[in-house]
């Protein structure tokens, strides 16, 4: 009876080392399956880069946190084309179309700042922290945009540049209402703010042009070249024209008597040409 139990007990036994076998093998089989889908995600997280997105006339985020190796890639959505140019000069895109991107590897730890070059206005930043630098990293740009608002001397040509113009825009129109209302209104008031309106403008429209010309050198490559040729020359016309009016406008005042007519028309032709000048400056600048 023992013999026959024994043998009866010993196929059951021998069953379960094979049972146990195929459940190892089968979850060693998922892990298997598993494993290279967890590989394929982490490599695509390492070498997948942020993402920095133009549209609207900003570059979104306008800060990017980053480490060094990260990889950063720009996207543009606007309607312009744009450039992404650090202001150290550690990286510059060209001219990146609509629909376009580009991108590069960041190497170094600490802050850069980047700007649109046809657009200096744009303008955002790259903060990259080494492991363990959080919070020397956040102290360095809270004390930055504690400084950011500090007013700085203009420098740069694409910085000068805007600034003059404004002025070149405002005087013209303004001395020619005034010669026109003082005329009209025989008021000597606005016949004096209008010649020296139209003196200043003069003063002012050669250094406006250098500028131009100034910002030309240094990023003819990032205009669109045909828009900034016609541009510099309409402009160094205008400046031109600007101090001819002037000379003239000054023979009135010598004489003691009001600017006629033909200088009004004249002058009429000048800021139509200023408004066109205006018109081509600002396809150059947001794009064509």
């Known amino acids: 009876m023992k013999i026959s139990m024994s043998q ?7 069953d379960s080392p094979p049972r146990c076998m195929r459940r190892a093998l089968y979850v060693a089989a998922v892990c298997v399956a598993a494993l290279p889908a967890c590989l394929l ?9 942020q993402v ?13 946190k980053l480490k060094p190796g990260d990889r950063v890639e720009w996207k543009n959505q606007d309607i312009f084309s744009h450039t992404v140019t650090a202001n150290d ?3 510059d895109s060209g ?16 802050t850069i700042t980047y700007h649109c070059g046809p657009h200096p206005n744009m303008t955002a930043e790259l903060v990259v922290e080494q492991p363990g630098a959080h919070g020397h990293a956040a102290a360095e740009t809270a004390k930055e945009a504690q400084t950011s608002l500090r007013w700085t001397l203009p420098k740069r040509p694409e910085e ?12 013209l129109p303004l ?15 606005l016949q004096a703010a209008g010649l020296w309106m139209m003196v200043y403008e003069a003063a002012i429209s050669p250094l ?9 050198s240094t990023e003819a490559n990032q205009l669109p070249a045909k828009l900034i040729t016609l541009h510099q020359w309409l402009g160094t016309a205008a400046a031109l024209l600007f101090i001819a009016l002037a000379v003239w406008r000054w023979s009135f005042h010598k004489r003691a008597v009001p600017p006629n007519w033909a200088y009004l028309a004249f002058t009429t032709i000048a800021l139509v040409a200023l408004v066109y000048q205006g018109s081509v400056g600002g396809a150059m600048v947001f794009g064509q």
């Open 8 to 14: 009866a007990n010993h196929p059951a036994m021998s």
């Open 41 to 49: 995600g982490q490599i695509q997280s390492q070498t997948s880069p």
């Open 52 to 64: 920095v997105t133009i549209k609207q006339m900003h570059f979104e985020p306008a800060t990017l």
């Open 89 to 91: 000069g550690q990286f």
């Open 95 to 110: 001219l990146i179309a609509p629909g376009g991107s580009w991108q590069t590897t960041i190497t170094k730890a600490g």
């Open 160 to 171: 000068i540049h805007p600034i003059l113009v404004n002025f070149t825009a405002a005087l």
């Open 175 to 189: 001395a020619f209402l005034s010669d026109l209302l003082g005329r009209l209104l025989r008021r000597q008031a």
């Open 208 to 216: 406006t042009v250098l500028a131009g010309w100034w910002w030309k």
